[in-house]
């Protein structure tokens, strides 16, 4: 997943943890749109699919500010590699994991 990559500074050019959750947030509230997050952080196709499902991860929730709270806290773990968030499959794995 070459987004998350990007999110956690792994492959360049990295991406900033809280601007990019911000970004992800306002999309899902419907304040901005998907083209414009995939604009301003210059996002691939091949990671817009990874984009979209971050966002349906927002949106089955119903916990919504839960949920973004706990995916900016694992990203900014993970861009330190942090108590074990320093592999992508941990950090998918979390990722999927919250409710």
Known sequence: MALLD?????QEPKLPVHQFCAALREWSDGAVTRVQVI??????????????WLRSKYQASL????IASVFEGIMALAERG??????????????????
């Open 6 to 10: 990007r999110v956690i500074g792994t």
């Open 39 to 52: 604009s301003a952080f210059d996002i691939s196709v091949e990671e817009a699919i990874e984009l979209d």
């Open 63 to 66: 916990k919504q500010d839960v």
């Open 82 to 99: 942090l108590l074990g968030y320093d592999n992508k499959a941990t950090i998918i794995a979390r990722i999927n994991s919250i409710g």
